[in-house]
């Protein structure tokens, strides 16, 4: 799953890494600032939308904004 992120620097990625991490311990995340929408991926996990509130709620309580990315909204 793809979530558009506010990040904005490493100590950013860091914060989201770590709150998704504390929720989904054995996903893989990467966290790519250089895009424009500042792409969080984050393997491991079903595609749903019960999964995707679970991580946008995680990426709010380390202080940023989230929103999921289905399929082709990438860069909108």
């Known amino acids: 799953m793809d979530f558009k992120t506010n990040a ?17 311990p054995n996903s893989e995340l990467k966290l790519e600032l250089e895009t424009t929408d500042k ?22 309580e380390a202080g940023f904004e989230g929103s999921w990315l289905t399929r082709g909204e990438e860069n909108k």
């Open 39 to 60: 792409v969080l991926h984050v393997h491991g996990l079903p595609e749903d939308s019960e999964h995707a509130a679970q991580v946008e709620s995680a990426i709010r």
């Open 8 to 24: 904005e620097c490493k100590n950013c990625v860091s914060a989201i890494k770590s709150a998704v991490e504390r929720k989904f």
